[in-house]
């Protein structure tokens, strides 16, 4: 746990409800007509995609993803392995890939192309939060919560070492 440090909200709970209201009404329509799979990335997305399906008001059909990436925890390399794979059948279908936040890209570069070789009808991605600023692919999330600058932020699922996931909302330390 990080001591000595004060927490600083950047998007409360209420402000993470309505924009997530707010997403899952955009994708109840762009994927009305659709035969949607949500993959949810574990394990940093795991209460955004909670709250996210709870938002859709059309059929989908949820499945997992657990990445790896070698190197510096909080950090991701190049290096990104997928340890633990779908169970659905995704081929034909539309993949919306969700993810915490898009950091270099790194993880998601991987997965999209992954994904890729079962091949669904599409593939896009939605994250709660955006650090463009940070990338180091050629990528950008379809839908995005919020764009944040390069601050290191934890609440929402998001962890610092084993912590902080649970915290319902999303700060940074001063
Ligand atoms: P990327 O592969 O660099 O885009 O990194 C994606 C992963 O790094 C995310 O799914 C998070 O698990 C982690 N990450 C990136 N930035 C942060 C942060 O500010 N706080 C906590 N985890 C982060
Ligand atoms: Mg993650």
Known sequence: MVENKRE???FTREEISTRVKELGKELSQV?????????????GSFIFAADLVREL?????????TTSSYGHAEESSGNVKIVHDLR????GKDVLIVDDIMDSG?????VIE????????SVEVCVML???SRRKV???PNYIGFSIPDVFIVGYGLNYGDHYRNIPYIFTFE
């Open 8 to 10: 600083k909200t950047l």
């Open 31 to 43: 994927y009305k007509d659709k035969d949607l799979v949500i993959i949810s990335l574990l394990r």
């Open 57 to 65: 008001s059309i059929p989908v059909e949820v499945d997992f993803i």
């Open 88 to 91: 659905t059948n995704i081929e």
């Open 106 to 110: 790194f993880t998601l570069e991987k």
């Open 114 to 121: 992954h994904l890729q070789n079962k091949n669904p009808n």
């Open 130 to 132: 955006d650090k463009p």
């Open 138 to 140: 050629n990528l950008s």
